[in-house]
């Protein structure tokens, strides 16, 4: 731009130049003929009143003149340049607003003007400079839209200059709230604007808010402009409802570690100390020491559920993934627990559906997942119950199908039967033998072999479950 400036500048110097050289030479033209004419006159008259007479009507005559030929060549140079220029002009509104890059700006319709050259080439540089502010407002303005943060901008005066979808969402924002006042009075934030901007280094600019169900951190940032003083504020609008949850759940887990682990632990003094205050005979230190054995497997199958959970949680479970039959597995399976089934004389039918293809997964965590569901079928079964177990094949999933008649789960309890520690009915879990984490850890080995784990169940009917390991690709 400056370019253009320069040159227009020196293409009006070269005509205002030209001009005057002719206006110069006019009136040194005028001045001559003027002076010719005064000699002429000298000559003739002789008197000396005469002379100055003559002489002071040919100083005003030239004065006059040269006033006359100043004006009007003031007058030309001036409409000439006003026209150049009003031509000008017009043609560069013309090209920018028709977007026409090829057509040059021609003053007058003349041709390798360089005015006209350096017009043409920078308003090319400015329409150029107009589209990437313009493609760079665009990109600011998609990256507001699709953010998951919501952004709130005031202005001094409160008032509400920009906000995108999501901080409508998290806030529940309407129309009506335009002012910082109307967007966060609402939730009883304890702050205002004067202290956000002016305050900021002595006030803190964060809160926590409720909305809803969902829990809202809120980040004040005032922003200055060119010259570095306050312009605003940009309110930054989070949902952290999943790191609270989290939390929470991290705060009730050491809790009920804590509350299983005080459970054995107490038993374990209480029956120690009695049995090292006196005397008793053997039956009742027999009683007490099995008392002192029991509690003390609990807790160390405790230990070692919460230390499996901890390594599938931190990635740290070697894996070895192989191939192998899944019918297999479930009857060796039921082999193992064959002692526990004739104790309660239960029923057990094992049947495979289907061709089954060989499955990849992790042997020993899928054995271990089918051992617990089997285990809690059995434990939950009453005496002469039946335990019907399939193996069959859909899509690129094996699937194992256990189904009893056992004492079931309340509909209200099953979406929560994966969280760790939760438990049906906790008193004859414990008495049971349950830890509360064996679906945990059963979900988390499923998960890590791209596997599945549903259960349906009916309070007094028996439970379903089903577990999807994928086969052989």
Not at 195 to 216: A, H, P
Not at 345 to 363: I, S
Request: glycine share 6%.
């Amino acid at each position: 731009m400056k370019k253009l400036i320069g040159e227009g500048t020196l293409d009006m110097k070269s005509i205002q130049n030209k001009l005057t050289v002719i206006f110069i030479l006019l009136g040194i033209i005028v001045i001559g003929l003027v002076g010719f004419i005064y000699i002429k006159n000298i000559s003739v008259i002789q008197e000396t009143a005469q002379i100055v007479d003559i002489t002071k009507r040919y100083l005003l005559i030239t004065i006059a003149l040269f006033i006359a030929i100043f004006i009007i060549f003031s007058t030309i140079l001036k409409n000439k340049t006003k026209q150049a220029m009003i031509s000008i002009v017009k043609d560069a509104g013309k090209m920018v607003t028709e977007g026409n890059d090829k057509e040059k700006i021609l003053p007058n319709g003349k041709q390798s003007d360089e005015l006209t050259t350096a017009l043409n080439d920078a308003t090319l540089e400015l329409k150029e400079h107009l589209k990437d502010v313009d493609k760079q407002k665009m990109q600011i303005e998609a990256i507001l839209l699709h953010m998951t943060d919501g952004i709130v901008a005031f202005n001094l005066e409160g008032q509400v200059t920009h906000k995108n979808i999501a901080a409508e969402r998290l806030l529940d924002l309407s129309k009506d709230d335009d002012t910082f006042e109307k967007v966060f009075d609402k939730f009883d934030v304890g702050i205002n604007l004067e202290k956000i901007i002016y305050l900021e280094d002595w006030t803190s600019s964060d809160r926590k808010i409720n909305v809803g169900d969902k829990y809202i951190n809120l980040l004040f940032v005032p922003y200055k402009d060119n010259n570095q003083k306050p312009a605003g504020v940009i309110a930054v609008i989070q949902d952290i409802t999943e790191h609270v949850k989290l939390d929470n759940m991290r705060k009730e887990f050491v809790a009920d570690v804590s509350h299983e682990l005080k459970t054995p632990i107490t038993s374990i003094m209480g029956y120690a100390d009695t049995l090292l205050e006196g005397e008793y005979d053997d039956v009742t230190k027999n009683k007490f020491l099995g008392v002192i054995a029991s509690e003390a497997r609990r807790m160390a199958k405790l230990v070692t559920d919460l230390l499996a959970l901890s390594r599938y949680d931190n990635n740290t479970v070697k894996q070895e993934k192989t191939e192998f039959d899944l019918g297999d597995l479930v009857k060796k399976c039921q082999e193992k627990l064959e002692i526990e089934i004739n104790k309660k004389h239960h029923k057990v039918e094992n049947l495979v559906t289907a061709n089954v293809p060989l499955v990849y997964a992790d042997k020993s965590g899928i054995e271990r997942v089918v051992l617990n569901i089997l285990t809690n079928s059995i434990k939950y079964t009453k005496e002469g119950g039946i335990i019907k177990i399939y193996v069959g094949f859909v899509y690129n999933d094996a699937y194992i199908k256990i189904i009893d008649n056992g004492i079931g789960i309340p509909e209200e309890d099953l979406s929560r039967i994966f969280e760790r520690f939760y438990r049906v009915d906790k008193a004859r879990s414990r008495e049971l033998g349950g830890t509360g984490l064996g679906l945990s850890i059963a979900k988390e080995i499923l998960d890590q072999n791209n596997g599945s784990i549903d259960i349906k169940s009916e309070l007094g009917k028996g439970t379903e479950v089903v577990i999807r390991v994928p086969t052989k690709k």
